[in-house]
């Protein structure tokens, strides 16, 4: 289970660190899906923050695993990948929430195995 956690931990770490620096950058195709749902620049900008900061908090969490930031962090990345499902229902694009959707669900294996 360790092993798994790990793996997990790690692959949603470079996923949200590549997200959040795609949005942060202002790189049209890592604005096009905040975009695509009514999510004005400069939020998504703010989400891409938040997003390399969860990634490097679960970077930390491989390391220190027993570390409240670690746990922080994945909490912090559920509740934006939440947010993220919401905003794609309430623009009435759910076929786009795919992505959002399985991260929600992969963080959500990650705090129930670890």
């Known amino acids: 289970m360790h092993l798994t956690h790990n ?3 790690g692959l949603l770490a470079v996923i949200f660190l590549v997200s959040g620096l ?5 790189n049209p195709k890592g604005l096009e899906g905040t975009r695509d749902v009514g ?3 400069n939020f ?3 989400v891409g923050v938040l997003e390399a900061i969860f990634a490097i908090g679960m970077i930390y969490a ?3 695993p027993d570390s409240l930031m670690g746990w922080l962090a994945i909490l912090g990345g559920w509740c934006t990948m ?10 009435n694009k759910m076929k786009t929430a795919y992505p959002a959707i399985v ?12």
């Not at 795609?22 to 202002?26: A, C, I, N, P, V």
């Not at 991260?103 to 670890?114: D, F």
């Open 7 to 9: 793996i997990l931990l």
């Open 22 to 26: 795609f949005k942060l950058s202002g």
């Open 39 to 41: 999510v004005g620049d």
């Open 44 to 46: 998504a900008r703010l």
């Open 62 to 64: 491989l390391r220190y």
């Open 82 to 91: 939440g947010g993220a499902v919401y905003a794609h229902s309430r623009a």
């Open 103 to 114: 991260l929600l669900i992969l963080l959500s294996a990650v705090l129930v195995i670890g």
